[in-house]
């Protein structure tokens, strides 16, 4: 499987810079997953395509300021890091530029010795393991000092930060926000409730694959990077429930797609655990979890466009994106979604 299949052509101009004024005013394109059918519609529309008894699974994840710009101590150079995963005991693995600057013991000060990090180690890829020095709580350390980390194609300067959080964001961790619960605003989840529909929670927080390509020509060769998940009792028997009673679960985002089906495929049921998840979900994989998919436009190539062509098909999604194309749809974090599911009827 190539991954040049999975590749298409994208107007510049369609690249979503600033988020819209109203988070549920987007538009939405819902596709049939098994026919290919699509309807037009715009965000807030999504309360008629969901039905009582529907269970709607939110990443709660929190974006933290993973962006922090420094120098190294000794010779003052500018260096950059993304902050990924915490290990341990203020060990962190980070994404860094320029990673040829950087050797073991290298010392990176930020905000006049407010934060030091020590190089520990230098793995593949720009990532070097680090551990950080300061007084207080870190979290409120980076507060200060660390800026929300925006995908490379946004060159816009965002004017809340909030916009890139979700309106339900709780768990701080990621360096990067499920951008499928964007659209979301409290007063549409309010409306959702309000007609049957369950919602509840996982968390996974987003780090490098969101950020990185997929460079192997063969699909099935590509490795991603782990990322942590939880999922809490009363999830883990919420959406049990809902199996038993055929009710439909729906995913909002890749994320909260990609934390259930690592669950379900490792247990044979849904279980509260927290752990690391790796899974790579291209077109063969057997969903278990989920029966719909709320998600954004993604990349060209991207591990996300192959999870989506995996739920449907690959000529119905790609067929789906020329359509967004077709009709100026705004594409990326800050773009419009498509909700894929099997049934267009509006109960």
Known sequence: MSTDEFDYELPEDLIAQTPLKKRSSSKLLILNKNTGEIIHKHFNN?????KKG?????????????????????????IELLLLNALENNIWKCLSKPFKRLHVGTKIEFGSNMLIAEVLEKLEEGIVIVKF??????????????????????????EDNNRYQTV????LGSAAAPTAGLHFTEE??????EKGVIITNVTLHVGLGTFRPVEVSDVKKHKMHSEYFEMST??????????DKGQRIIAVGTTSTRTLETIIHKYQKFKSCKGYTDIFIYPGFKFQAIDGL???????KSTLIILVSAFSSKDYILKAYQEAINNKYRFFSFGDAMFITDNL???
């Open 168 to 171: 339900y964001a709780k768990n």
């Open 46 to 50: 999504i309360i008629d395509y969901l």
């Open 234 to 243: 009363k999830t883990a028997e919420i959406l049990n429930h809902a199996q």
């Open 188 to 193: 549409l989840l309010t409306k959702i409730k």
């Open 54 to 78: 529907d269970v709607l699974v939110l990443n709660n994840t929190k974006v933290i300021p993973a962006r922090l710009i420094g120098k190294k101590v000794d010779t003052q150079a500018s």
């Open 294 to 300: 709320i998600t954004n436009f993604h990349l060209p």
């Open 345 to 347: 009827g509006d109960d």
């Open 133 to 158: 020095i300061y007084e207080g709580i870190f979290l409120e350390v980076l507060e200060k000092l660390g800026k929300i980390p925006l995908p490379p194609y946004i060159h816009e300067k965002l």
